[in-house]
């Protein structure tokens, strides 16, 4: 079969190399991907919000299935674009429609849908600048440090943890009143502060049926020992060790049950992944967010635990039947140590050529903000390459990775040397 994959990022890189190994897949496309993407697959240069461009392409280069890997494309619509499409309707796009999308597209729609389904998550209340001085009367009996939300697709960057009652009404002013985070914050969920430690869980579902793919832990700030700014994700590393069988017993029960029936429920077809954040609060798991997509750099310490034929598992999910196909998962650590730009999460260096990549020995690098200059890959976006390992245990795969991302270079390269090391 013919598949089109969506995005450019380093999820979009650990897709294409995870569906090239498979015998099912003929042809694949990468929209636009990236100077590693190539070596899977042939990119394309289209936009993911070019759903005009993207349907040409599907038609003219008889495309059997769309997976979608980003956010954005989900948010407005393209599951439901080619299903109100005569030429396009029956070809499969691997991702939810409009309205199941909401999951991540709005913090608000997701709370409400967590709520009426009874799956444990942070207690929270939402604003409108019109409702601004409740959200202050709010704040004043929420409890510190207090969460902030926007409510809409911020790229990462709209949750704010206040550990004040005037930082928390500063913020919730700008959020609100001053567009802090754009049209993302006309509305704003404020959130109850949950205590505990974070891992990502992913879903595969058909919209009847569900596969709960490898566990990961990503880390978020930009500095060693979890300090410093947010970023879109610094690494990450698969299994997540107190995610026992007794835990991921009760995420099962308590929050993907739910969540797969409460889709049913309310109508929300929705085939494709589910990314739920999760906190293990004292042996117990809460929500902290839905996305409607896999993570990332957390899909690049997923795929490669995943043993079976992955397009077998998207066409299960196409056809209805997820639940005949068969998921097997390695017991090996997969760990990810993201290499960004000089600057990054700020301003960062950009243009910047890379070397060393050919020197890394037992990893697989997955690109990410790379673009190709004739021969020379150079670094053009702020998380650029993703450098993984699968080894026997976490110490050797963390190590692993770490000394390959040592082994390139390119002008203000950075990475952090202690990803998984709270693990250990």
């Keep these: 079969m013919n598949i089109l994959l969506l995005g450019s990022g380093g999820r979009e890189s650990a897709f294409a190399w995870k569906i090239s190994q498979s015998a099912k897949c003929d042809k694949l496309f990468i929209a636009p991907g990236n100077a590693g ?83 444990p998550t942070a207690s929270s209340k939402t604003f409108t600048r019109d409702t601004l001085q409740e959200g202050f009367d709010y704040l004043a009996t929420a409890g510190l440090p207090v969460v902030l939300k926007a409510d809409g697709l911020a790229a990462g960057k709209g949750v704010l943890i206040c550990l004040t009652l005037e930082e928390a009404e500063i913020e919730l002013t700008e959020m609100l009143t001053e567009a802090k985070f754009g049209d993302a914050s006309a509305k704003v969920v404020i959130e109850q502060f949950l205590q505990g430690i974070e891992l990502s869980v992913f879903v595969m579902t058909d919209g009847e049926h569900y596969k709960i793919l490898p566990e990961a832990k990503d880390y978020k700030r930009i500095g060693e020992g979890d300090t410093g700014l947010n970023t879109g994700g610094m690494g990450s590393v698969s299994p997540v060790p107190f995610a026992d069988a007794e835990f991921m017993a009760k995420v099962e029960q308590r929050v993907i049950i739910p969540t797969v029936e409460g889709l049913k429920k309310e ?56 639940n005949e196909k068969e998921l097997v998962i390695s017991d090996k650590t997969a760990a990810t140590v993201v290499c960004v730009a000089g600057g990054y999460p700020g301003e960062y260096l950009k243009d910047k050529a890379i070397s060393g990549i050919e020197n890394v020995r037992d990893s697989i690098v997955f690109h990410a903000g790379t673009t190709l200059n004739g021969e020379t890959v150079k670094a053009t976006g702020g998380r650029v390459l993703a450098v993984t390992t699968l080894q026997d245990n976490m110490f050797t795969a963390l190590q692993q990775a770490t000394a390959d991302a040592a082994r390139i270079y390119y002008d203000g390269v950075y990475f952090r040397k202690d990803i998984g090391f709270d693990l250990l």
């Design 37 to 119: 993407t190539g070596r899977y697959g042939t990119n394309i240069n289209l936009k993911v919000t070019n759903f005009e461009g993207i349907k040409d392409f599907t038609i003219d280069n008889a495309i059997d299935m769309v997976l979608v890997g980003p956010e954005e494309p989900l948010v407005r619509g393209i599951h439901d674009f080619f299903l109100a499409d005569e030429q396009l309707k029956n070809i499969p796009v691997i991702g939810p429609q409009q309205e199941a999308a909401q999951l991540e597209g709005s913090k608000d729609f997701s709370k409400l849908f967590m709520q009426r389904n009874n799956i």
């Design 267 to 322: 109508r929300l077809p929705y085939k494709g992944f589910i990314f739920i954040g999760l906190m293990n609060c004292y042996g117990d798991p809460y929500v902290i967010e839905y996305n409607c997509r896999m993570g990332d750099p957390e899909t690049e310490s997923v795929m490669p635990r995943i043993q079976s034929d992955f397009v077998e598992l998207l066409i299960g999910v196409a056809d209805g039947n997820l």
